[in-house]
């Protein structure tokens, strides 16, 4: 787990930023849910085969002998959410949330046991064009914040029922060839042979890459779902490659998944993924709810700005004030909240903690302001003040309080 310094927090800032405003004009609102929940909650969701129940939550008992564990992704907590307030009854909602994920894995690069997610969900929504929507949303954002060199993998994991016949159709393959299994994929034989797909061991590759392929068994409405997707991607411009391997860690979805990844990362090539969780809110005990989603790491979106060198709007300081003096000090503190006032949105620092005039002229120059109020003791008598340009070779000039906020104002536009 990592702190998050604040030499970092303005790439944080414009993350976050930049996706509520982008949220907003897609008609997506803001939820805020629990980041701890019961464990049943994840096990019934998630699925208790996979890594993340298996190995990777932060799970304990409290003191009344129940079992929670701090959330290792945010649908889940959602969908429970959603269906605890009555808000899927015969509606349609679209939103956001966004804040700490938890999972115990081997930390590394862009993967940290406290992490952060941006997770978008829709429910009551049908058809392929809300799974485009999403898909275009995500492409939008890469626009906005200047990512470059992503590739949108695709898939279809087709129906609940279709899914099982593959299934039974992807076991026998594998028992056919036991002893290339590894422990992880002898375990998951039985109970979900699609997990073999996803495995990370190098030495399975050729013998995974072998497999019958889900989409040569998908039902003909997925099918026909799945292909007006691919339209509408192609008509909105975007590239993606159809990812046959593509089926994600967690067992609740069904039809339409994405992946967005990198080359520039490393091993974790994945920025941003999701997909449609059609039977999840009614195997939750809600409605039966048409939903889907994508979930981003802002880690690995903001290592990935770093690396590709991505510039970012600084919230520089715009004025700094130098008090020398004990009555500037005095007189200063309440005229800097007046200017506070008069001029709204003024980046204004003072100068605390005392100091010589040299070395708070020295702060002002390192805080990155463009002016320099300065206010010693014959100043604070007078009502007037020094303003200091500390980007330009200038003159300073001596300006009365009463048209200091004026004349800032004033300054501060050219």
């Given at each position: 787990?990592?702190?998050?310094l604040?030499?970092?927090?303005?790439?944080?800032?414009?993350?976050?930023?930049?996706?509520?405003?982008?949220?907003?004009?897609?008609?997506?609102?803001?939820?805020?849910v629990?980041?701890?929940?019961h464990?049943?909650?994840?096990?019934?969701?998630?699925?208790?085969?996979?890594?993340?129940?298996?190995?990777?939550?932060?799970t304990?008992?409290?003191?009344?002998?129940?079992?929670?564990?701090?959330?290792?992704?945010?649908?889940?907590?959602?969908?429970?959410?959603?269906?605890?307030?009555?808000?899927?009854?015969n509606?349609?909602?679209?939103?956001?949330?966004?804040?700490?994920?938890?999972?115990?894995?081997?930390?590394?690069?862009?993967?940290?046991?406290?992490?952060?997610?941006?997770?978008?969900?829709?429910?009551?929504?049908?058809?392929?064009?809300?799974?485009?929507?999403?898909?275009?949303?995500?492409?939008r954002?890469?626009?906005?914040?200047?990512?470059?060199?992503?590739?949108?993998?695709?898939?279809?994991?087709?129906?609940?029922?279709?899914?099982?016949?593959?299934?039974?159709?992807?076991?026998?393959?594998?028992?056919?060839?036991?002893?290339?299994?590894?422990?992880?994929?002898?375990?998951?034989?039985?109970?979900?042979?699609?997990?073999?797909?996803?495995?990370?061991?190098?030495a399975?590759?050729?013998?995974?890459?072998?497999?019958p392929?889900l989409?040569e068994?998908?039902?003909?409405?997925?099918?026909?779902?799945?292909?007006?997707?691919?339209?509408?991607?192609?008509?909105?411009?975007?590239?993606?490659?159809?990812?046959p391997?593509?089926v994600?860690?967690?067992?609740?979805?069904?039809?339409?998944?994405?992946?967005?990844?990198?080359?520039?990362?490393?091993?974790?090539?994945?920025?941003?993924?999701?997909?449609?969780?059609?039977?999840?809110?009614?195997?939750?005990?809600?409605?039966?709810?048409?939903?889907?989603?994508?979930a981003?790491?802002?880690?690995?979106?903001?290592?990935?700005?770093?690396?590709?060198?991505?510039?970012?709007p600084?919230?520089?300081?715009?004025?700094?004030?130098?008090?020398?003096?004990?009555?500037?000090?005095?007189?200063?503190?309440?005229?800097?909240?007046?200017?506070?006032?008069?001029?709204?949105?003024?980046?204004?620092?003072t100068?605390?903690?005392?100091?010589?005039?040299?070395?708070?002229?020295?702060?002002?120059?390192?805080?990155?302001?463009?002016?320099?109020?300065?206010?010693?003791?014959?100043?604070?008598?007078?009502?007037?003040?020094?303003?200091?340009?500390?980007?330009?070779?200038?003159?300073?000039?001596?300006?009365?309080?009463?048209?200091?906020a004026?004349?800032?104002?004033?300054?501060?536009?050219?």
């Open positions: 787990m990592n702190d998050i604040p030499a970092d927090i303005a790439y944080w800032q414009h993350l976050e930023n930049t996706a509520r405003m982008l949220f907003a004009e897609y008609g997506f609102q803001e939820i805020r629990p980041i701890v929940e464990t049943s909650l994840f096990k019934r969701s998630i699925g208790e085969m996979t890594d993340i129940v298996e190995k990777e939550m932060y304990f008992e409290d003191r009344s002998g129940d079992s929670l564990t701090l959330r290792p992704e945010a649908t889940a907590g959602l969908v429970r959410a959603m269906i605890s307030n009555g808000l899927l009854h509606q349609r909602h679209k939103v956001w949330t966004t804040g700490p994920m938890f999972r115990h894995e081997r930390p590394q690069k862009g993967r940290y046991r406290q992490f952060h997610q941006i997770d978008v969900e829709a429910f009551g929504f049908d058809g392929p064009d809300l799974d485009a929507e999403l898909i275009l949303m995500t492409a954002l890469w626009q906005r914040l200047g990512i470059q060199r992503l590739t949108l993998n695709i898939n279809s994991l087709g129906t609940f029922q279709s899914r099982q016949a593959y299934r039974e159709i992807l076991r026998q393959y594998f028992k056919s060839h036991l002893d290339q299994l590894d422990a992880d994929s002898l375990r998951r034989l039985e109970n979900n042979p699609l997990r073999i797909l996803d495995t990370k061991n190098p399975m590759a050729t013998l995974v890459a072998e497999a392929l989409t068994y998908l039902d003909e409405e997925s099918a026909a779902h799945f292909k007006t997707l691919c339209h509408h991607l192609d008509l909105a411009g975007i590239s993606y490659v159809i990812n391997r593509l994600r860690g967690l067992d609740y979805y069904s039809r339409t998944v994405f992946e967005w990844v990198t080359t520039e990362l490393g091993s974790q090539d994945a920025v941003c993924s999701g997909g449609r969780y059609d039977g999840l809110v009614a195997q939750l005990g809600g409605d039966q709810t048409s939903a889907m989603g994508w981003l790491g802002e880690e690995r979106i903001i290592n990935l700005m770093q690396t590709q060198g991505v510039q970012i600084a919230n520089q300081t715009d004025v700094y004030i130098v008090l020398a003096g004990v009555q500037a000090e005095a007189a200063g503190l309440s005229l800097v909240e007046r200017l506070r006032d008069q001029i709204p949105g003024c980046l204004i620092e100068n605390c903690g005392g100091g010589s005039f040299k070395s708070q002229l020295k702060r002002a120059d390192k805080s990155g302001a463009r002016y320099a109020v300065i206010l010693g003791d014959s100043e604070a008598a007078q009502q007037v003040a020094i303003l200091k340009n500390l980007r330009v070779e200038s003159a300073q000039e001596q300006v009365t309080w009463a048209l200091l004026e004349t800032l104002r004033q300054r501060l536009a050219n």
